[in-house]
Nanobody, 122 residues
Framework: QVQLIESGGGLVQAGGSLRLSCAAS????????MGWFRQAPGKEREIVAS????????YYRDSVKGRFTISRDNAKNTVYLQMNSLKPEDTAVYYC???????????????WGQGTQVTVSS
């Protein structure tokens, strides 16, 4: 089993930056694909970014390309989401997720964190 805990959310002005962290338990962390998802009120949960087991392959939804960077440190069992040039439309609860098989589909992920709120003011 994998337990995930997100941190780093908060309130930031448009154009600002935040760095989210997701700390994972479990010896198999280094073999898992990791993803960041977000869900805004009244909207479906959507992929933000994902990263494969060794970090050599990443995926970003179009709206965050060039602004967000996903990374991982397997030695620390941690995945990060650096968010720059934040926009009000980035406001959402951000969730960390882990899965053995690479996917960007939320329903396919086996493990989820509790979420952390990101609010971007205009």
């Amino acid at each position: 089993q994998v337990q995930l805990i997100e941190s780093g959310g908060g309130l930031v002005q448009a154009g600002g930056s935040l760095r989210l962290s997701c700390a994972a338990s479990g010896r198999t962390f280094s073999t898992y694909t990791m993803g960041w998802f977000r869900q805004a009120p009244g909207k479906e949960r959507e992929i933000v970014a994902s990263i494969n087991w060794n970090g050599d392959s990443t995926y970003y939804r179009d709206s965050v390309k060039g602004r967000f960077t996903i990374s991982r440190d397997n030695a620390k069992n941690t995945v990060y989401l650096q968010m720059n040039s934040l926009k009000p439309e980035d406001t959402a609860v951000y969730y960390c997720a882990a899965n053995k098989v690479a996917t960007i589909t939320a329903s396919m992920y086996d493990y989820w964190g509790q979420g952390t709120q990101v609010t971007v003011s205009s």
